[in-house]
């Protein structure tokens, strides 16, 4: 639902065709093919109605596994805010470099 969906700075978002592992008779592994087909179709039309993407882009970037961090996720339509964070990823902890150990 978009304006919910929000991810951290250091996240990583993972785009992934669906995948099944059919065996037995033929109708039983063609009724599979046909489900994931159908889940297939139902996946890029979502994700292209809700991340702006063309049916085209998102075809393209299903064929593989394309993984995204924050920035890009948010760029490609994916989430709609990155949450920011209360510490610095590159800052220095507040008692580094004080004590013994």
Request: no cysteine.
């Amino acid at each position: 639902m978009k304006g919910n969906r929000f991810a951290m700075p250091l996240s990583r978002i993972a785009l992934q065709s669906p995948a099944g592992a059919a065996r037995g008779q033929a109708d039983d592994i063609r009724n599979e093919a046909n489900e994931l087909l159908r889940i297939r179709d139902y996946l890029v039309s979502e994700l292209a109605k809700n991340t702006g993407q063309s049916v085209e882009m998102i075809n393209k970037d299903l064929s593989r596994m394309k993984h995204f961090n924050a920035q890009e996720a948010l760029e490609y339509g994916l989430i709609d805010l990155i949450v920011p964070s209360r510490i610095q990823a590159d800052a220095p902890r507040k008692d580094a470099g004080t004590g013994l150990g």
